[in-house]
């Protein structure tokens, strides 16, 4: 059934939002166990609950033809030396691909095939798009000073699986290492 009201819609690059559109805000709470440093996510925790990210939906269909599409914000700053970034999940419905495209700031993606653990790292910049392919858990890294933000396009059924092998345990962590983004095996952290 389709929401006739939401085919044609305007949406701010900058901030990441849709007229008419559903917003999901994550707060640091939300990200309990995604980042690799335990203690520097308790002591952030403790002076407060700040916003990470957010993504405005819209979700016109729900037939097996249809597409959702979602703009997301994800601020800048870290937890210990770890940018700040999104859940990350896999598709429920695990053929299901995604195309991202940036829009503002200064993003990478981080990609995990779920078959053979393999890991990418691609940027996700204005003007790039980054295609996510099925069966592979993404999360969106925010490595600048600014917000960044971007969209993506998606089968209306693919849903999110933030079950523990998407959410926790992404193989591989970015961190800032003298002001650039390293990627590292999360076994190979000495925490
Ligand atoms: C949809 C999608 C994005 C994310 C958004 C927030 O399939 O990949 O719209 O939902 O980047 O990230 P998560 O969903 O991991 O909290
Ligand atoms: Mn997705």
Known sequence: MQHFEQLFTSFDPAKAEIAGAATTQRFLSDLRGCFADGNAYDAAL???????????SIEPG?????????????????IGSEYYMTKGHFHSWREAAEVYIGLRGDGVMLL?????????????????????????????INIGA??????????????????????????????????RPLMLERSTLLL
């Not at 403790?46 to 405005?56: F, T």
């Not at 037939?63 to 870290?78: F, T």
């Open 46 to 56: 403790s002076s407060g609950n700040p916003p990470i990210y957010h993504v405005a």
């Open 112 to 140: 995990e095939n779920e078959s053979n653990g393999q890991c990418q790292l691609l940027p996700l910049q204005p003007n790039r798009i980054v295609y996510v392919p099925g069966h592979t858990a993404h999360r969106t």
């Open 146 to 179: 600014a917000p960044l933000t971007y969209l993506g396009i998606y089968p209306a059924k693919a849903g999110h699986d933030y079950g523990a092998s998407a959410a926790r345990s992404f193989r591989h962590v970015v961190i800032e290492r003298d002001g």
């Open 62 to 78: 729900c037939d097996s033809g249809d597409l959702h599409l979602g703009i997301g914000l994800v601020l800048p700053g870290r």
